[in-house]
């Protein structure tokens, strides 16, 4: 728990010494949901009248995220019984069990002389009277997102034990147009869909499939085009480059990064044939793991770099399989009704994220890489495409509810609750998650 | 600007297909599509001789195509072989590419929605390479065709029926350079 607070708080202070409290609050991820967790977020006090807009923001954004991560309920401000002066005086922890709190997250923003301001946070749990944790960071004003996304990533790692999601972006594609002939562009934003930016024009050719590096500073994607083959791009976030990833005769597809960052698998089409392949990013050689007259393509790493998961056709209808990261021991790990496909493989190794499709509905689950313990999760006339929260709790992909309805995305927990749309500037697809921002 | 030629010319003969195709509605949905003559809009005489007398396309042209051979042929689900119709087609196909041995074409492979895009990519290279192959075994030099796959992306009829995807799911052979 320590070791995870450190690296989460990695250059940011801590605000005096944080008692290491036992917290009497806990919250169980993993178990399916039972309440969410009433929490009293008051507006951030400001220390001086510049900053009190931006105090008011941060505190909207705390609630939220802590919302929408389903594990918590904010209390209406109206209910509040205790005024706080000051976030470094005890709280009356009465005032707050009184209007059934559970925990206390008390807060304020400082300005400071260089422009900046100094955000300070305490975590209150006021069943236990006592304080969970504090945080304090300085940031440029303009980065007041950011800040309040990592107060409630602290929050929620207060109170689960695991790492927040919160101060993370999703790349994913911005639809367009009419289906028959629709523009596709690579967009970023927010995880909770805040800034929406287009990195691609849709001009000269469509984007699909975009996947983040684990370093978070490049993408990956398809680029389709109108008369030649699709091809996979590299695309820098920072400096708005892109390259193709090598030039082919076939079509190279559905590219995903290695853990490590080094390599880009993808699928690589050869007169028809499509195999799974992986690319050094340094050497720019490619290697070509599977050679099967089936379609093999959708390739997913396991973090440990030792397995791919991916999604083949030769045993008739596609389904998923596992194989050693350097192509041996190829084994099929679904056998169920209907297809599989777009496996993914969760940050945390535990579980393989996949759409399924059965008769005329499509599903998205988790299954062991083992191939033990399918599930479920969600039901639509299409929901395609898993992308997992990089903390491994919760799955982002996208879904049209009713045919020739639009196309947006979703996230849902992995124990199946707190299904939830995301806001998109249009209709929207293929999302990624980032890894956690540096 | 070819782009935009190119896709504009996918829409009219998406409608042609429509028009065409009107008449089989209601047949079993896994049954591939049959194959239908994409017919072109007969021209009209623009020498303002008062007589509105149509005339056959441009030989050579990709109208032509598509009124002597049709440029479509089409698929059962998650199948990639050819249909009986398929073969047909692609047999006149192969005969009018031979009347135009300057003609260099495109096999563009399409599927239908009801799946992953990314493995309805590699199902439309299947199709388009399907289609190539049997027109290589009919005797078309491989040096004049290319293949590219649009996956679902670029569906003919947007409509989310079985008769749509049925339609959807197609090898549509594009002229590169005519023969006109």
Partial sequence: MRELLTGLLAGLALLGAAAPAKAQVEIDITRGRTDPLPVAVPDYLAGSAEVSEVAGQITEVIEADLERSGLFAPIDERAFIQQLDSINVKPRFADWRAINARVLVAGEVEPLADGRVQVNTRLWDVTGNQQLGSIAFKTPRENWRRAAHKVADFVYSQLTGEEGYFDTRVVFVAETGPKEDRTKRLMIMDQDGANPQALTDGLNYDVLTPRFSPAGQQITYLALFENRPAQVYLFNIETGEQEALGTYRGMTFAPRFSPDGESVLFAVEQNGNSDVAVMDLRTRRLRTLTDNPAIDTSPSMSPDGGQITFASDRGGSQQIYVMDADGTNQRRITFGDGTYGTPVWSPRGDLIAFTRQYKSRFYIGVVRPDGTGERLLTESYLDEGPTWSPNGRVLMFHREERPGGPVSLYSIDLTGQNLRPVETPTEASDPAWSPPLK | MMQTTLKRAGLAIALGALAACASTQGEDTDAPFED???????????????????????????????????????????????????????????????????????????????????????????????????????????????????????????????????????????????GV
């Fill in chain 2, 36 to 178: 239908g003559m994409d017919v072109a809009r007969p021209m009209s005489d623009e020498g303002g001789s008062g007589m509105n007398t149509p005339v056959g396309p441009e030989p050579g042209s990709m109208e032509d195509l598509i009124e002597s051979a049709g440029n479509r042929v089409y698929f059962g689900y998650n199948q990639y072989n050819l249909t009986n119709e398929g073969q047909a087609t692609l047999a006149r196909q192969a005969a009018w590419l031979k009347e135009y041995p300057e003609v260099r074409l495109r096999l563009i492979g399409n599927a239908d929605e009801r799946g992953t895009r990314e493995y309805n990519l590699a199902l439309g290279a299947r199709r388009a390479n399907a289609a190539k192959d049997y027109l290589v075994s009919l005797g078309i030099d491989p040096s004049r065709i290319t293949t590219i796959s649009y996956g679902k992306e670029r569906p003919v009829d947007p409509r989310s029926t079985p008769e749509a995807w049925a339609k959807n799911r197609n090898a549509t052979t594009m002229l590169v350079t005519t």
